[in-house]
């Protein structure tokens, strides 16, 4: 949704104040998704956000030049990543914790994350859009964790047992597995990255894969049924690898 000038010029203004918050400015004169502020009808679902006011698809480069903006302390490329991503962030994290305050938090953290790790982005392991829903991903199912175990402890007033040490064959087993699907992932043409992040890492369906991303349906079940292929078979080989 675009801004009114009044916004615009009180965001340009905030933004010249070294020592405001990046993140807490860019909500402030944007829009978090539920709408509340501005007395908008709340988005019932993703596909509802993801399919709203369809546009041109951007180019994977744009979102990395954003990217790269922001690691060099861009306040504005933040805002303009903001505006395109927080809607689908909020409602991903509403979708996993149910709970509308958590979602609002969360998403702010998300971007707290993005604006202090912006540098650490690598366009190798995937795109941006794949990178910001792993992380609000992340985000909200840490947080799921941590209010069961809250309700555990003060359900029955009995301090959970000390989680067992990791088994070190374990750990390093698991790391083996993280490269071995890195270089799977590698074997992947863009468009079947892009459609198997956006599906199994940010948890959509292929329909709302499809509205995101700007292309057909069929095309989208296409690239993951060919990217799942080439990932069994890739890590079929490493298995057999002695």
């Not at 690598?122 to 941006?128: E, I, L, P, R």
């Given at each position: ?9 009180r ?5 010249s ?24 009808k ?27 903006s ?5 306040q504005l ?12 962030v ?19 953290d ?11 982005y ?7 859009l ?16 941590f ?5 555990r ?15 070190p ?11 071995a699907?890195?270089a ?39 690239r ?16 057999e690898?002695?």
């Open positions: 949704m675009r801004q009114s000038r009044f916004a615009e010029e965001m340009a203004s905030d933004l104040e070294p020592d405001r918050d990046p993140v807490a400015v860019v909500v402030q004169c944007g829009e978090i998704s539920t709408g509340k502020e501005c007395g908008q709340t988005p019932a679902t993703l596909g509802d956000v993801l399919y709203a006011g369809s546009k041109a698809p951007v180019p994977e480069r744009d979102w990395a030049a954003l990217v790269q922001i690691a060099a302390a861009d490329a933040l805002h303009a990543l903001y505006e395109r991503a927080h809607r689908i909020f409602t991903l994290v509403m979708r996993i914790t149910a709970n509308r305050e958590t979602a609002e938090e969360l998403t702010i998300v971007f707290h994350d993005i604006w202090r790790r912006a540098s650490r690598d366009a190798a392991s995937g795109t941006v794949g990178w910001i829903m792993n992380q609000a991903r992340s985000r909200a199912i840490d947080r799921l964790r209010e069961n175990r809250k309700k402890s003060d359900g029955d007033g009995v301090h959970p047992l000390a989680e067992a040490a990791a088994d064959h374990d750990v390093i087993e698991l790391r083996q597995q993280g490269e699907l890195r799977a992932l590698a074997s992947l043409t863009p468009g079947e990255r892009e459609a198997i992040e956006t599906t199994f890492f940010a948890g959509l369906t292929h329909a709302e894969a499809a509205a995101l991303l700007k292309q057909p349906l069929g095309t989208i079940k296409t993951i049924r060919s990217g799942l292929h080439k990932l069994r078979r890739a890590l079929a080989a490493e298995a690898t002695p």
